[in-house]
């Protein structure tokens, strides 16, 4: 069989939430079928990465995004009915690379990584093949409860984005083969959006022998935070540690430093650096040396869907995690045993210091309550292969 793959962004490095799951879901695909991957490129990096999947795949093609152009486009397509995720996921390439390799290489079956990918399969050269949707999350949902909190203009603009991206979802469900999600909290919301379309769950894993600890647990009273930090849930959640959550804990451990690792940094999380116990990373090379040396995980987000791989990979080296109620709600029961919860500043201070006070061992063993076994990525991944499969046969 072959398939036509398609993300938002380019599956590489995996060091990221939204390239995790699809470069494991190319290595999967690729094992047994021919696989195209077509996919949006947003920066240099991403461009210069082109390179490292073609021993994945069996042809990469990259369509360049001109971000500013689209910012410019999305402040005019306000008064339209256009979602602002298909105009900011926007690259006049993308046309040109579907045609070269739709009369090169005829797909099989198509499968869109995201709703923001969904658009492409619904148009033409693409409209008359069966296509699987990869929604992973549900995308309205979460500009929904970001307008819920969010201030005006911005929380008209979240709002605006949520009604119009979930007309697009149920449109995109109606028409896809087969529509998949990483929990059950997901296809419950789902439900509500086109109900006689059911979405299947196959939910993220981990690789549990790469982030295995190397070594003993460590004895700084080091907490670290990973996340892509221009994405806004990430980049509130970074605010509210430094403002509201790390002054507790500081005042109790001077010692404890923090740390924000991961890529992008906004202007205001770069600031927070500004306080010599919290250090902003921007990327890294391997954030793995970053787990392994720290005392605890944190994923304060007050807006989450789907699993977080941020609290996967933690646990999996080693660190038990403090995470707010949301993004408890989207983990895996077998997992949460690793986890502490906390809604407010305060008690998310507390359940941090309660866990750097521990010995190192038995902070390592609270992590190793977390059951990871069956969460290994061919095996969470393996469901879309059927699926992949019954739309070739609906042909």
Known sequence: MRILFLTHRLPYAPN??????AYHMLRLFAETHEVHLVSLIHDDEEMGHLGDLKNVVASVTGAR???LKNLCAAALALPSSQPLTHVLLHSRHMRDALT????????DVVVAYCTGMARYALEPPLDRVPWILDMVDVDSEKWAALAETARPPMKWVYAREATLLRAF?????TSASATTVVSERERDLLMRLAPPHPAAVVPNGVDVGSFAPQGPPSHEPRVVFCGV????????????IASDVWPLVKRAEPEARLSLVGTDPSRSVRALSDDPSIEVTGTVPDVREYLWRAAV????LSVARGIQNKVLEALAAGLP???TPQVLEGLPNSVRAGCATAADATAFANAILALLRKEPAERRRIASLADLACLQWNIQLRPILALTAAAFRSQ
């Open 169 to 173: 979802e149920h449109r995109a469900m």
């Open 321 to 323: 995690c403090v995470v």
């Open 16 to 21: 990221r939430g939204d390239r995790i799951r």
């Open 65 to 67: 995004v001109n971000r």
């Open 297 to 300: 995980s944190i994923a304060p």
């Open 229 to 240: 930090f221009n994405y806004g849930p990430n980049e509130i959640g970074a605010r509210w």
């Open 100 to 107: 070269r390799c739709v009369a090169t290489a005829p797909p």
